[in-house]
Nanobody
């Protein structure tokens, strides 16, 4: 199967920046879509942004202008660069991927998540 492992979370002061990584490993024929989601305590999970293979990333309004998603094909790793972080960005950030595990079969996977806390 496929494993998605996030890293890069932590404590950052308001106005600071952080880069999260999501590395995919396992049986991967190709990755069709990868996305970042976040869930704050007491709230529902929401999309941060996503990237489709060969396409440009798109972002939720809350993170537009403050986040950049990139994908390293050679490493099967997606990155989320966030700047000007605010306390309301505090959440568990998880990555999600539609992975083609065979030429004719695509499955959806989630990572375990990484905590981001924005606080002074």
């Amino acid at each position: 199967q496929v494993q998605l492992v996030e890293s890069g979370g932590g404590l950052v002061q308001p106005g600071g920046s952080l880069r999260l990584s999501c590395a995919a490993s396992g049986i991967i024929f190709s990755i069709d879509t990868m996305g970042w989601y976040r869930q704050a305590e007491g709230s529902e999970r929401e999309l941060v942004g996503r990237i489709v293979s060969g396409g440009a990333p798109d972002y939720a309004d809350s993170m537009k202008g403050r986040s950049t998603i990139t994908f390293d094909n050679a490493k099967n790793t997606m990155y989320l660069q966030m700047i000007d972080l605010k306390p309301e960005d505090t959440a568990v950030y998880s990555c999600n991927a539609d992975v083609r595990i065979r030429r004719w079969e695509t499955k959806n996977f989630w990572g375990q998540g990484t905590h981001v806390t924005v606080s002074s």
